[in-house]
C-alpha cells in the first residue's frame, strides 16, 4: 500500500515517510525520507482526510487541493486552459522556484521566440501530463504527490531543478470521464477489497471513463482539436513550447511497465533521429529508477511513434521529446493479475518513480534539450520568406464554411496561411478568391504541416498503433494543389468580406446551395421555427444581377408567399445566422430557372422535421456513437435521444423519424427488436446503420444485400508457405488500423447531393464490404478501381474491394435502410463525407 506522504509534527517542520519511488530517484539515490519543510504546506492526506490512494479521486479534489498548494507555496501558481464540455476547469500546476514565479512574464515572453531557430538561454520547460484517458487514474493521483514534493521539498535536487527549469503538471486531461470513471469504482468498493477482475468495480458501465463527455478519445485528437479539452491543451503547449512532455497511461492490466522508444522501425520519418537518440537516454533514467523498485518493463515493443495525434507523438513533430509511459491498470483498488495481485498504489509508486525520473533525466540533459528545440527550427525552410511562396493552395468548391473550420484548426497549431486577393488558376484548377488558403511551406511550423497533409503509401513496417494516414486533405474533402508558387502581392493575412443577404419584400423565395457545411445547420434552425424549406431532387440554374449562378441537386428553396409576421421571422433568423456562420443566401425575384428546374417544379420536394434515435450502451461503439451525437448536437443542433440497446425494445419507435446503429456487436438486442425495426423502416422510418450493426441487421435479415466480413477477408491472404516466425506479420497485413480510400458516387442519388464531385475520400478501419447488390438503385458508392489513396492496406484488400460497394440504401416499404460499410464521420474531423448523414436526415425520407 502506498504509504501517507506526510504527517503534521510541529507547525514549521514537516517530518516525510515516502514511498520507495521517491527514493530511487533521488539525487545520488539517497534516500528523501525525513524532508523538511518550513513552508507549513499541506499534504495530500491533510487536505484530502485520507491516506492518498485510499479512494479515487474526484476532479474537483484535484483542482481544490491545487489551489490550495497555490496559496500556501511560492514556487506554485495555477495555469487555466479552458473547461471541459461538462464545464469542469482544466488546471495546470506551474511549478518553479520563487525567483523565476516572480519572472514567469518574462519567461513566457522567451517562450515565443522558442519557434525562432534562436539560441535559448532561459529554464527548461518540463510538462508532465495524465489521466487523458479518465478510467486511467493512477496518473492524477501521482501528480497530486508530485506537485507537493516540489513545492515542499528542500532537497538540493529538488532546488537546483527549480532553479533551472519550470514544471508543468496537469494532473488530468479529461475531467468528465475521469469522474464518469471515479464515481463508478467508488460506488462498487466494500470495507473488503476484491481483486476479482469480474468485480462490478473493476468492469465499468457503458460508456467508459476512458472516453470525455462525447465518449471520445482524447489522446486521438491532439491534431483535429474537436473537443475543447484538446484546444485548450494544445495551447497551453504553444504557450510553453515545453522541451520535454511526459504523457502518463495505464494498458492491460495483465502487462508490465512500457516507456518510449517505441517501436523504432514505426517512428514516423518525419520525426527527427536526433529526437529518438534523447528519448534513448532518458530512457536510461526510467530503467534506474524501475530497477531500483523492482519493477519489471519494457521498451521498445507494441508502442510506435508514428500518428501525430498523440500527446506522446505530438512534441515530436513541434520541436519537443515527447515520452509515453503505460502502467498496467488495476481499475479500482486491487485486481488479480497474471502477474500478481496489482493494487492501485503500486500503479502510484511505478509513475512517481518514473515522473521523478522523467524531471531527473531532462535536467540532466538539460542544455541537449535546449540546443534540439532550437536546431528543430532552424535552417532556411523554417524561416518566413519575402516575395515568391510556394506552398500548398487549398479550396473547397461554394463552401466556406468548409475552410473557415481548416483555418480555426491552423490557427491552433500556430501554422501560417494567407487568403487570396485574386482568383488563382493551377494545375488547371480554380481557386476562388472567398473559399481559398494558401500555406507556404516556409515557416516554423513546416513539419507539422507536412505531418498534417501528409500522404505516403509506403512503409517499413505495416504494422500501426493507430491510423496509418490522417491527411487532412482527404478528411476535408478539398481541393488542393501541392508545390505551388505564389508572388506574396496575391496574398493576404486578411480574410475576403462575405457577402450578405438583403431580404426584400418583392424576393420570392431564398435559394441556398447544399454544398455549404453551414446549409444544414440554417436548414434545422429554419425547421424547428416552423419555416417551410424545399430541395431540389435535380440540379438548376438562375440568373441574378445578370450572372448565372448554378444550383445543384440538393439545393434548398425557402418560398417567401407567407404572412408580413413570418417574413419578418424569417428575416431575423437569417440575419443572425450569417453573423455567426459563413454562408452565401440568394434571394430570387421569380421561380422561372435559366436552365432545369424551376422553382414550382415538382422535384422540388418538402423537408419534414427529423427526431433522431441513437442507440448506445453495451455492444454498442462508444467512439462512433458519440460521434454521431456530437455532429447532431452541436453540429446540426438537433434534439437526439440516445436509448440503450437493452431498453429501445420498449421504446415507442413511432415518435422517431431515423434511428441510428453506430459500429458494435449489438447482442443484447433480440429478433423481436429486430422485427420493430423492420415494421418502423416499412411505416416510413430511416434506419441508418454502419460497419458491425450491418452484421447485426443481416443476421436478422433486415438486408437484402450480403456482407464480406472478415472471415472472408482472411481468406484471401496465403499463410500455406509462412513459418510461425511470420504470424505477427500476416497478422499486421490482415489488420486495418485506418487507411484513406476513395469512393466513386452516384452524384444522382439524394444520399450524395451536396459532395462537389463524384470522388470521395473516407477512412476506412474495419475489414468489411458488400457483395454486390441486386436491389435496382440500391448503390449509392463504390470503391474506386484503385481504392487506395494514402496510408497501409494490404493487397489483397485492395484487390477485393475494389468497385465493390460501400454505400447502399435500400427501401423498406416507404422507409428505408442506409448501410454504411465505413465510418464516415471519423473522428468527426472527417467533413468530406459528414454530409452523408445530413442527407440521410432531411432528403432520404422523401427520396427513396
Do not use: C
Amino acid at each position: 500500500m502506498l504509504r501517507a506522504l506526510l504527517y503534521f509534527f510541529a507547525a514549521s517542520y514537516l517530518f516525510v515517510t515516502l514511498p520507495s519511488a521517491f527514493a530511487a530517484t533521488t539525487q545520488n539515490l539517497s534516500s528523501v525520507s525525513n524532508l523538511t519543510s518550513s513552508s507549513g504546506l499541506t499534504s495530500p492526506e491533510a487536505f484530502l482526510g485520507y491516506p492518498l490512494g485510499k479512494w479515487h479521486l474526484r476532479h474537483d479534489q484535484i483542482n481544490y487541493y491545487l489551489k490550495q498548494l497555490a496559496n500556501e507555496s511560492e514556487r506554485l501558481s495555477i495555469e487555466h486552459s479552458g473547461e471541459s464540455f461538462e464545464q469542469r476547469q482544466q488546471l495546470t500546476a506551474v511549478i518553479t522556484s520563487k525567483s523565476n514565479q516572480a519572472h514567469l512574464d518574462e519567461i513566457l515572453t522567451q517562450r515565443k521566440e522558442a519557434k525562432s531557430g534562436k539560441k535559448q538561454n532561459g529554464p527548461l520547460i518540463i510538462w508532465l501530463a495524465y489521466s487523458i484517458h479518465g478510467d486511467e487514474a493512477s496518473g492524477a493521483h501521482t501528480a497530486l504527490a508530485l506537485s507537493y514534493l516540489l513545492a515542499s521539498s528542500n532537497d538540493s535536487w529538488v532546488k537546483q531543478l527549480l532553479d533551472e527549469a519550470v514544471v508543468l503538471i496537469t494532473p488530468t486531461q479529461n475531467p468528465d470521464g475521469f469522474d464518469r470513471f471515479s464515481n463508478w469504482t467508488n460506488n462498487y468498493r466494500g470495507q473488503v477489497d476484491v481483486s476479482d477482475p469480474r468485480h462490478k468495480e473493476h468492469k465499468q458501465n457503458w460508456p467508459t471513463g476512458r472516453t470525455n463527455h462525447y465518449f471520445a478519445d482524447l489522446n486521438r485528437d491532439w491534431l483535429f482539436l474537436r473537443h475543447p479539452e484538446s484546444r485548450g491543451r494544445v495551447a497551453l503547449f504553444h504557450k510553453w513550447q515545453p522541451h520535454y512532455v511526459g504523457d502518463f497511461h495505464e494498458m492491460n492490466s495483465d502487462s508490465s511497465y512500457f516507456f518510449q522508444p517505441g517501436v523504432p522501425e514505426r517512428t514516423h520519418p518525419l520525426t527527427p533521429e536526433k529526437n529518438q537518440q534523447l528519448t534513448e537516454k532518458l530512457a536510461q533514467f526510467h530503467r534506474q529508477a524501475l530497477d531500483k523498485e523492482g519493477q519489471e518493463y519494457f521498451s521498445r515493443q507494441v508502442f510506435d511513434d508514428y500518428f501525430y495525434g498523440k500527446g506522446s507523438t505530438y512534441p515530436d513533430i513541434n520541436g519537443s521529446i515527447g515520452v509515453l509511459f503505460e502502467q498496467s491498470s488495476p481499475k479500482g483498488q486491487v485486481q488479480a493479475t497474471d502477474n500478481s495481485e496489482l493494487t492501485l498504489n503500486d500503479a502510484i509508486n511505478n509513475h512517481l518513480a518514473t515522473s521523478i525520473s522523467s524531471l531527473k533525466g531532462a535536467l540532466a540533459l538539460k542544455e541537449p534539450l535546449l540546443d534540439y528545440q532550437s536546431q528543430f527550427y532552424q535552417g532556411r525552410d523554417k524561416a518566413k520568406l519575402k516575395g515568391r511562396q510556394a506552398g500548398y493552395l487549398i479550396g473547397a468548391n461554394e463552401n466556406r464554411a468548409r475552410v473557415k473550420d481548416l483555418e480555426d484548426l491552423l490557427k491552433q497549431h500556430q501554422i501560417t496561411f494567407y487568403y487570396l486577393t485574386k482568383p488563382v488558376t493551377q494545375k488547371n484548377r480554380e481557386f476562388a478568391v472567398n473559399g481559398s488558403l494558401f500555406i507556404p511551406l516556409h515557416q516554423a511550423q513546416k513539419s507539422l504541416l507536412l505531418a498534417m497533409f501528409d500522404n505516403r503509401k509506403e512503409f517499413n513496417d505495416p504494422t500501426f498503433y493507430d491510423v496509418s494516414s490522417w491527411n487532412l486533405e482527404d478528411a476535408y474533402d478539398l481541393d488542393m494543389a501541392r508545390g505551388v508558387k505564389l508572388d506574396i502581392d496575391v496574398l493576404s493575412t486578411e480574410p475576403p468580406a462575405l457577402d450578405k443577404l438583403t431580404l426584400k419584400p418583392e424576393a420570392v423565395a431564398l435559394l441556398i446551395n447544399w454544398q455549404q457545411d453551414s446549409a444544414a445547420l440554417l436548414l434545422e434552425q429554419l425547421l424547428e421555427k416552423n419555416i417551410h424549406v424545399k430541395f431540389a431532387a435535380k440540379p438548376f440554374s438562375v440568373r441574378v444581377n445578370g450572372k448565372e449562378q448554378h444550383y445543384p441537386a440538393g439545393s434548398l428553396q425557402v418560398p417567401l408567399k407567407q404572412s408580413k409576421s413570418s417574413f419578418e421571422k424569417l428575416k431575423s433568423i437569417i440575419t443572425q445566422f450569417q453573423q455567426n456562420h459563413p454562408i452565401n443566401i440568394t434571394s430570387v425575384n421569380t421561380s422561372a430557372s435559366s436552365s432545369g428546374i424551376d422553382l414550382g417544379s415538382p422535384d422540388f420536394h418538402s423537408i419534414k422535421p427529423v427526431k433522431p434515435l441513437i442507440i448506445t450502451g453495451y455492444g454498442v461503439d462508444e467512439s462512433e456513437a458519440g460521434e454521431l451525437w456530437y455532429y447532431l448536437d452541436t453540429k446540426l443542433g438537433i434534439p437526439t435521444t440516445l436509448v440503450d440497446a437493452t431498453r429501445v425494445s420498449q421504446i415507442p419507435l413511432s415518435e422517431y423519424t431515423h434511428v441510428l446503429l453506430p459500429g458494435g456487436h449489438y447482442s443484447s438486442m433480440n429478433e423481436v427488436f429486430a422485427r420493430k425495426l423492420g415494421q418502423f423502416a416499412s411505416k416510413g422510418g430511416v434506419v441508418i446503420a454502419q460497419k458491425g450493426a450491418l452484421s447485426w441487421l443481416n443476421k436478422n435479415h433486415l438486408l437484402k444485400a450480403d456482407l464480406k466480413e472478415s472471415r472472408f477477408f482472411k481468406l484471401l491472404f496465403d499463410s500455406s508457405d509462412l513459418s510461425f516466425g511470420d504470424k505477427d506479420t500476416l497478422s499486421a497485413r490482415q489488420s486495418i488500423g485506418g487507411a484513406i480510400l476513395e469512393l466513386k458516387l452516384d452524384t444522382s442519388h439524394p444520399l450524395s447531393f451536396g459532395m462537389p464531385d463524384s470522388k470521395l475520400p473516407i477512412l476506412k478501419n474495419k475489414a468489411l464490404g458488400f457483395e454486390d447488390s441486386s436491389t435496382p438503385f440500391s448503390q449509392v458508392a463504390k470503391y474506386a478501381q484503385r481504392p487506395l489513396l494514402s496510408g497501409y492496406l494490404a493487397k489483397e484488400y485492395q484487390r477485393s474491394l475494389s468497385e465493390s460497394p460501400a454505400i447502399l440504401v435500400e427501401p423498406r416499404g416507404k422507409g428505408a435502410v442506409v448501410l454504411l460499410a465505413d465510418n464516415l464521420m471519423f473522428r468527426n474531423i472527417w467533413l468530406g463525407s459528414e454530409k452523408i448523414y445530413a442527407n440521410a436526415l432531411y432528403f432520404i425520407p422523401a427520396l427513396n
